[in-house]
């Protein structure tokens, strides 16, 4: 099992619609989780950080479930400059030495007219 | 204004020549990472750096290197001996093992 898993998609969707992803992550002990736009050949930009059961920030809302290990974006009235591939990110906090962060491959979102 | 930058945006190798790609950071970060994407994949880490002249592998070091003689520098290397170069290289630097600021990336290229 990967230890951060995500649908790569693509999630087709028309203007205005509310499209939610989910991450689910292998590793219980996890403290923090985030959320990362990539727009194509450019470089991860954060959208949202998680650290407790959830976030919201304007038309997207990050929520974490701990006891089945996922996290999920909800996007609400989507724009046509949402269309970007969303990483799912995990620091796994594991015990002595440098807390590495795990990237999902990243579901790709594609709102149409 | 305050960021991360790399350089050069598009580089071409040819076999059995080392390439050496730049990553600067005037955000005052003590951490900088290099990572590498592939399409299909999450980025996966080749070097971290915690302060400056230390560094550490990451999980796919072979054939890569650095250095971090200054603060705000993170320069990697790719060797010959990295045998399918060809990705998206991407620098990122963080004030704590948390949140992590990309550059803009390196697309390297073997011919």
Known sequence: ?113 | DGGITQSPKYLFRKEGQNVTLSCEQNLNHDAMYWYRQDPGQGLRLIYYSQIVNDFQKGDIAEGYSVSREKKESFPLTVTSAQKNPTAFYLCASSIDTDTQYFGPGTRLTVL
């Not at chain 1, 990967?2 to 649908?7: F, S």
């Not at chain 1, 590793?27 to 985030?34: G, I, K, L, T, V």
């Not at chain 1, 701990?66 to 609400?76: E, P």
């Not at chain 1, 009235?77 to 799912?88: E, G, I, N």
């Open chain 1, 1 to 113: 099992r990967k230890e951060v898993e995500q649908d790569p998609g693509p999630f087709n969707v028309p203007e205005g619609a509310t499209v939610a992803f989910n991450c689910t992550y292998s590793n219980s002990a996890s403290q923090s989780f985030f959320w990362y736009r990539q727009d194509c050949r450019k470089e991860p930009k954060l959208l949202m950080s998680v650290y407790s059961s959830g976030n919201e920030d304007g038309r997207f809302t990050a929520q974490l479930n701990r006891a089945s290990q996922y996290i999920s974006l909800l996007i609400r009235d989507s724009k046509l400059s949402d269309s970007a591939t969303y990483l799912c990110v995990v620091n796994p906090l594991l015990s002595g030495g440098y807390n590495k962060l795990i990237f999902g491959a990243g579901t790709r979102l594609a709102v149409h007219p």
